[in-house]
């Protein structure tokens, strides 16, 4: 992996939010961990397939997530297609904090990701959460650092991994 610049982002979540904007034929539905946890893993495993994070089998994934204390399926936003497939996932921490963002590929560049996000920001600030954070590798492949920055999120802190 060699040495890698990560970055600490943040946004506050102060006033008024944006309304999440779907994509045609794409709707967010409640997180069922027996229905959903399967297909939002083969997700994450897709999506990081090409850099931008790792994600572990299942059998270490889904029993690390669910056993977490700060786990909490209400913060697990996932849309779905017309065939009712996984095409998008964002998922937080109580602490408001994004673990995993992943859009399907074929959906990408068309509005998910924010979507996701801002109905991940109106779900943490209805807890009170006065700002929500998120790491991201400097030199992330798949335009996160582009979609965030222009969701407003202000680097507070970067730090080298090796």
């Not at 040495?3 to 006033?15: F, I, K, N, Q, Y």
């Not at 669910?66 to 936003?77: I, K, N, Y």
């Not at 904090?97 to 920001?121: C, H, I, Y």
């Amino acid at each position: 992996m060699g040495d890698r610049l990560v970055l600490r982002l943040r946004r506050a979540l102060t006033g008024p939010l944006p309304e999440p904007v779907w994509p045609a034929g794409i709707r967010p539905v409640p997180f069922e961990p027996d229905r959903h946890a399967r297909q939002v893993h083969a997700l994450l495993v897709e999506a990081y397939s090409r850099g931008g994070g790792y994600v572990e089998p299942f059998t270490i994934w889904w029993p690390s997530l669910r056993d977490d204390s700060e786990f909490d399926p209400a913060l697990v936003v996932v849309a779905v297609n017309a065939q009712d497939e996984i095409v998008g996932v964002a998922q937080c921490w109580t602490s408001a904090f994004v673990k995993d963002l992943a859009v399907a590929p074929a959906m990408r560049r068309q509005g998910l990701g924010s979507a996701l996000l801002r109905q991940a920001f109106r779900a943490l600030q209805g807890r009170g959460a006065a700002f929500v954070d998120l790491k991201v590798d400097a030199d992330n492949p798949s335009g996160a650092l582009r979609l965030y920055r222009s969701l407003g999120f202000d680097e507070v802190e970067s730090y080298r991994l090796s």
